[in-house]
């Protein structure tokens, strides 16, 4: 088990062979949060999304209905799809 010691600016290391395991790479974004109870610190990977790559309410129902169609095996032809979203 890898240990990595606490640095002058509360600063950790992460171990090298943990960082390519998780695919975490330099000025990558990382969640921190701790559980007091249990004495343990949680980081997590992040990712932040620009809010010009969200979807609107009417295209996720538009998403939602095609992932639907598609787990009950029903073909959604994607120039349907182009149309639906006005692309």
Known sequence: MPVSK???RRQ???PK????ELGLKQGDFVEVTCDPENGTVVIKPKKLVDSDD???PREEAIVRKAEQEIKRGEVVDWED???ELNL
Request: net charge negative.
């Open 6 to 8: 606490l640095g002058q």
């Open 54 to 56: 969200l979807l609107t």
């Open 81 to 83: 799809v182009k149309t």
């Open 12 to 14: 950790v290391v992460i």
């Open 17 to 20: 062979d943990i960082c390519e």
